[in-house]
């Protein structure tokens, strides 16, 4: 299990002011192809898969998921054979799904209708008829396993911090987050999407009330983007030498930075924000901005 072995990021201090102490935890550069929430998330899934002699790990996901590239990545370097289902016949070549073919991984483009009913029993049989036996995992990759992963992104010196902000898409990463704070701790999660479903979903896998969701800066919709968000990213990393992906983490710091210029800021001062990662989305994206004739994301 060398890949899961010892996985700890490092803080990074972005700035003092006004008493606010802002700070980073660095779960992208975990691992080169494997990045932040999703290789917390696969962790104990992958783990499991091994112990009951899985070789072949199947999961679904969009065009650009980040938790398709990280399975496909990961699966590789854990020996297993790795399956995708992608949503949407019409996806062109792009970067993602390259690197998750040059992984070895099998893509399965169904339709949008089709991929809809990707958790029905049914569907599941058609997989098997195709595929043979798999270790199956849900899109986004959250289950119970994943949000254990995700309890191990927070260590003892974090005890520190009054708030933990990550950005949230189906609740896993925040669900662990939370699992593993202190009772005087908040954690506070900026949605890349809209979903009405999010907090019954949280509620799953916690019992603990020291936490919310932000939909204030879900930017129009899930990888939707504006011109505002972009400058944002790219003064970011010049500022701070920190890459930020546009999907999650450019929407949470420009979440974080905008309320606290706008003094809406009702929490505690000292404050640690989770980069998830991500960043593999960045080429996508900009293929689409370039299309449109936008400013790309720096890289
Ligand atoms: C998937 C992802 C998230 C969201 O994680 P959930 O566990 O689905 O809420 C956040 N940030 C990045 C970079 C991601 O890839």
């Known amino acids: ?26 779960e992208d550069l ?13 962790k104990y899934n992958l ?7 899985y070789q072949t790990l199947l999961t679904f996901g969009g065009a650009f998921s980040n938790h398709l590239a990280a399975t496909a990545a990961s699966g590789k370097i854990m020996d297993f054979k790795t399956i995708g289902v992608i949503r949407g016949q019409e996806n062109p070549e792009n970067p993602t799904l390259q690197f998750c073919k040059d992984k070895g991984m099998i893509l399965f483009p169904v339709s949008r ?16 008829n195709k595929f043979g036996k798999f270790y199956s995992l849900p899109e986004g990759g959250t289950n119970l396993n994943a949000v254990r992963g995700c309890t191990e992104i927070l260590d003892k010196s974090d005890e520190e911090y009054d708030v933990i902000c990550c950005s949230v898409g189906t609740g896993g990463t925040i669900s662990g987050l ?19 479903e999010l907090d019954q979903q949280i509620k799953k896998f ?9 939909y204030n800066y879900v930017f129009g919709g899930y990888a939707k983007v504006s011109l505002k968000l972009i400058e944002f990213i790219n003064d970011f990393k010049k500022k701070f030498k920190t890459p930020l992906d546009p999907v999650y983490t450019g929407k949470l710091l420009f979440g974080i930075f905008d309320l606290i210029k706008k003094k809406q800021w009702n929490w505690g001062k000292r404050i640690l924000i989770i980069h998830t990662g991500g960043l ?4 996508g994206m900009n293929q689409m901005l370039s299309k449109k004739k936008w400013p790309l994301i720096e890289v």
């Open 30 to 42: 975990l691992h080169p192809t494997v990045s932040g929430n999703k290789m917390r998330k696969l």
């Open 280 to 283: 593999q989305g960045i080429p």
């Open 1 to 26: 299990m060398l890949l899961f072995e010892n996985l700890k990021s490092i803080n990074q201090k972005l700035l003092k002011l006004d008493g606010f102490e802002i700070t980073i935890k660095r």
């Open 178 to 196: 939370i699992e593993s704070s202190l009772p005087n701790q908040m954690v506070l999660g900026f949605s890349a999407l809209l979903n009405q």
């Open 206 to 214: 916690t019992v603990k009330k020291n936490w919310d969701i932000n």
């Open 113 to 128: 209708s089709i991929y809809r009913k990707k958790d029905t029993n049914d569907f599941h049989d058609t997989l098997k």
């Open 47 to 53: 783990e499991q898969a091994k112990k009951e002699d």
